[in-house]
């Protein structure tokens, strides 16, 4: 099992900027964690996938975070980023990290083993 910590969450006001990072108990390179991927929940609304990183660094997003947001991660800290520009009032959440063993790598929620506790992001208008 992967032990996930999150952290960068806030407030902003639309349009504003912040970095979520998310530190994993296992290194890049571990099977454990041969991708990963940040996840959000508004509340009343079910989970859904926002970013994913594979093994190979190839990523998909999500249509409605796509060209603002950026996932990356640091092999080095064993740290996983999230990036998030241009923020909008519908992106209020929980942002949840995420690894599997997989190697699909999609943005289903049910595909992932191990989740981190979470980070609040909150986006005023």
């Known amino acids: 099992q992967v032990q996930l910590v999150e952290s960068g969450g806030g407030s902003v006001q639309a349009g504003g900027s912040l970095r979520l990072s998310c530190a994993s108990s296992?290194?890049?390179?571990?099977?454990?964690?041969?991708?990963m991927g940040w996840f959000r929940q508004a509340p009343g609304k079910e989970r859904e996938g926002v970013a994913t990183i594979n093994y190979d660094h190839s990523t998909t997003y999500a249509d409605s975070v796509k060209g603002r947001f950026t996932i990356s991660k640091d092999n080095d800290k064993n740290t996983l980023n999230l990036q998030l520009n241009s923020l909008k009032p519908e992106d209020t959440a929980m942002y949840y990290c995420?690894?599997?063993?997989?190697?699909?790598?999609?943005?289903?929620?049910?595909?992932?083993?191990?989740w981190g506790q979470g980070t609040q992001v909150t986006v005023a208008t």
């Open positions: 296992r290194p890049a390179y571990s099977p454990s964690t041969r991708c």
């Open positions: 995420a690894a599997d063993r997989s190697f699909r790598c999609g943005l289903t929620v049910t595909d992932f083993a191990d």
